[in-house]
């Protein structure tokens, strides 16, 4: 429905434990546009300093300006 978020730290951790491949995880923390608050950029990236230290192979987001660019 949301077209992906963040997972939880805690999926994360069990599917680095369970992974046979590296894999990179999406840091969206809703569903709808890609335009976000100042809020939502810094919560983004601490979802990405804590993927970081759990060790994932990279992340994938998308942002938007107002303007649509």
Avoid: K
Wanted: glycine residues 14%.
């Amino acid at each position: 429905v949301e077209g992906g978020i963040t997972p939880s730290f805690g999926t994360v951790r069990t599917a680095l434990e369970l992974a046979t491949i590296p894999f990179h995880v999406i840091v969206r923390p809703r569903g709808g546009d890609f335009l976000y608050s100042d809020a939502e950029y810094g919560s983004m990236l601490a979802d990405v300093r804590v993927l970081r230290e759990l060790g994932v192979a990279g992340v994938v987001v998308g942002c938007l300006n107002a303007d649509g660019t």
